[in-house]
Nanobody, 123 residues
């Protein structure tokens, strides 16, 4: 497992942008698939986006496609989530997650999680 720390959350108005960061400590992100999830008040945690280590493939939930972008800086051991055109329904606690690539013997489930960072979008 890898230790993850998110940052960059805050309060913005609808239509504005935020960039979340997820820094890994203890070990490198190399070899790990990474993802972002979010949980709104009173709702279950939901998938937002993932980026595969092996080939850089990215996948987005329909609700954020075209507005959010996941990226990683291997040199800085950091994953980013650029969020544009934010909507009030994007309000949630955002969590970074990681798992070792199945190509390296990792599991199918994300087993490293950050503590979360709050994003609030006002209308």
């Amino acid at each position: 497992q890898v230790q993850l720390v998110e940052s960059g959350g805050g309060l913005v108005q609808a239509g504005e942008s935020l960039r979340l960061s997820c820094a890994a400590s203890g070990r490198t992100f190399r070899g790990y698939d990474v993802a972002w999830f979010r949980q709104a008040p009173g709702k279950e945690r939901e998938f937002v986006t993932t980026m595969r280590w092996s080939d850089g493939y990215k996948y987005y939930a329909d609700s954020v496609k075209g507005r959010f972008t996941i990226s990683r800086d291997n040199a800085k051991n950091t994953v980013f989530l650029q969020m544009n055109a934010l909507k009030p329904e994007d309000t949630a606690v955002y969590y970074c997650a990681a798992k070792m690539s199945p190509l390296l013997g990792g599991s199918a489930q994300y087993d490293s999680w950050g503590q979360g960072t709050q994003v609030t979008v006002s209308s």
